[in-house]
């Protein structure tokens, strides 16, 4: 015997099958005859097999059942290829922190008793670190909550300590750090950084003259533009040493000995993708500011360094004010146990750096020759030079976004992680001079401390089948192909 | 001053196993992977090196560096989560999505 709902709903569908015949079509709104009523007796509770109801909006289309996803277990993880963006935590380092989220949690800046004492030794030994990675004295290290607020601690820092007499600052077109002090911000060349445009728009009142120093087609500066650019009343020339979107390393040595040249311009620069990837000494750049971003080397977020300078000493404004310590640049209490990890994070480093950075050459030449010898028209943005770490890579007639879309299994980014959110094309690929089209299909790969080869064959792999579906749905590909120059064509038609 | 005594061969390969495992216990794969590939490469080095008195403070850094990837691998395996798609077995096969409305 058929249980009770089965049966049912085996007469429910017998009967709106029969409804269906004899009425022809029935509109969504239209009431059923009194007759038919009488017979709904499932209980409304009750959906049979496959039940469905189509909605207006759906326009005909079928609609699939919603996929379950398995347990936490099942899920799988994209692989992670953004290192500039972030990069995990070394499982070193955290081990290093846990003591002092746990036991030891006294407060560094406490004199009068133990708990003070043993946090205190654990910050200074934590400078320390950071100090020998850039070739600095400890006490020229400032603990900050980032990259971001040593930018803006510097940059605004030192333009306000001198703006009686010093009313100009020189950056790059590339430079990130430099948006926050535009004037000019709603101008064509401006880099936008979202997060910052409040502070830009308040220093740009302040009445500041900027000069954007462009790059070359490489990426690089030339020095010669820039001691042009230089006027008496320059107070600050902050330039980034390594790109976080195509990896040019800026000649930080050449730059540091022509402005050490210049007596009252102050040098800084924005480090946080080069310290710990890159061999870094302030003393060889000449430079008197620094920023270091303690998640871009295996250490934990919300935390930062700046570098400041006391021989000779660099003068500037602090933006908080309180307590005064950190020599009174960075007032408020230390967060111990992130001082403690960006310290054996930049302990590591100096001890990794090397072979770290022969394995990322290997891995990177590695993924560009495996996507070279199978897909062509592919363009590496930015330096040959550069860091080999961040590979910046056009598809021609692929639009980057939708290769991010279809690539679910590899976690990339088509430029930095501020303006991911937005489709506009790369503002640092423009300043570079790229084609408005190359700047568009961009994808960056960030390789790793942690990276394999398997994952860099599995994103060959993948790239390659990708951009070859994606072109072969392209019309702009087929007539590439038919060998129609691209750029001939008028598209307007009027 | 007296000779270093280095450590014995016993006492580097019992140390250089139990490091391998305690690297192959990490739950995420970029962690284990780069671990077992340092481990091998430090033990290696170890092997090369013939001077006693570097081998003995290698040894030593090593038993030092076991301790800390012990408690890592432990926090590691507490909170290690979700595969990589790298490690897909063949019986679980990649989902390839289709559109519904063909």
């Known amino acids: 015997m058929l249980p009770r709902a089965s049966r049912a709903a085996l007469r429910r569908t017998g009967i709106s099958r029969a409804a269906t015949l004899s009425h022809g079509r029935r509109g ?8 038919r009523a009488s017979v709904m007796d499932v209980p409304s509770t009750y959906q049979g097999e496959a039940h469905f109801t189509p909605r207006s909006d759906m326009l005909g289309f079928k609609l699939e059942a919603p996929r379950r996803e398995g347990s936490a277990k099942e899920k799988i993880r994209p692989i992670y290829l953004d290192m500039q963006a972030t990069t995990p935590v070394d499982p070193r380092v955290l081990d290093a922190m846990l003591p002092y989220m746990t036991d030891q949690y006294g407060n560094p800046h406490s004199r009068t008793h133990a708990y003070g004492w043993e946090a205190e030794q654990a910050v200074e030994d934590a400078r320390k670190h950071v100090a020998d990675l850039i070739g600095a004295d400890p006490k020229d290290i400032v603990f900050t909550s980032g990259a971001t607020e040593t930018n803006n601690m510097a940059i605004k820092g030192v333009a306000r300590f001198h703006k009686e007499k010093k009313r100009h600052i020189i950056t790059t077109q590339t430079v990130r750090s430099c948006k926050f002090l535009s004037k000019h911000s709603y101008s064509t060349n401006s880099q936008e950084h979202k997060c910052v445009l409040d502070s830009c728009r308040k220093l740009g009142e302040e009445g500041f003259d900027i000069t954007y120093l462009p790059v070359q087609k490489n990426g690089i500066i030339s020095l010669d533009e820039l001691e042009a650019a230089l006027r008496p009343d320059t ?26 040249k210049h007596r009252g311009v102050y040098f800084h620069t924005d480090a946080a993708q080069a310290v710990g990837k890159i061999p870094v000494d302030v003393n060889e750049m000449n430079v008197d500011l620094m920023s270091i971003s303690g998640h871009k080397l295996y250490g934990p977020k919300g935390i930062g360094a700046a570098y400041v300078r006391r021989r000779p000493r660099v ?115 423009r300043a570079l001079g790229a084609a408005e089209d190359m700047a568009h299909s961009s994808l960056r790969f960030g390789l790793g401390r942690f990276t394999t080869e398997a994952e860099v064959d599995f994103v060959i792999k993948h790239i390659i089948r990708t951009v070859d579906r994606l072109r072969e749905m392209s019309p702009l590909w087929e007539m590439v192909q038919e060998g129609i120059d691209i750029n001939s064509i008028d598209w307007s038609q009027h | ?82 595969k990589l798609a790298v490690e897909r077995t063949p019986e679980q096969p990649e989902e390839t999505m289709t559109r519904s409305d063909n």
């Open chain 1, 28 to 35: 969504f709104v239209q009431p059923s005859g009194a007759d």
């Open chain 1, 235 to 260: 107070s600050l020339v902050s330039i980034m040493t390594v790109n976080n979107e195509t990896g040019v390393i800026q000649p930080m040595k050449e730059i540091g000995t022509l402005l050490r």
């Open chain 1, 315 to 429: 003068r500037l404004e602090p933006i908080l004010s309180g307590g005064g310590q950190e020599r009174g640049l960075r007032s408020g209490t230390l967060p111990t146990a992130l001082a403690v990890g960006i310290g054996e994070a930049a302990r590591i480093a100096k001890q990794e750096m090397q072979r770290d950075h022969a394995r990322i050459s290997e891995l990177s030449r590695r993924l560009i020759d495996g996507i070279n010898s199978r897909v062509e028209h592919v363009v590496r943005n930015g330096d040959v030079n550069g860091y080999p770490g961040c590979v910046n890579l056009s598809f021609s007639y692929v639009e980057g976004e939708s290769l991010l879309m279809a690539l679910k299994d590899i976690a990339l980014s088509s430029g930095s992680a501020c303006t991911s959110a937005s489709l506009e094309p790369s503002y640092v690929l």
């Open chain 2, 1 to 82: 001053m007296s000779a270093v005594v280095p450590p014995s061969r016993r006492a580097i390969l019992s140390l250089y196993s139990t490091s391998l495992r305690t690297a192959n216990s990490f739950s995420s794969y970029n962690f284990r992977h780069y671990f077992l590939r340092r481990t091998k490469e430090k033990f290696r080095q170890l092997q090369n090196e013939s001077d006693p008195a570097r081998i003995q403070s290698q040894f030593n850094e090593a038993v030092k560096e076991l301790a800390v990837l012990r408690r890592s691998a432990i926090v590691n395996q507490l909170y290690g989560g979700w």
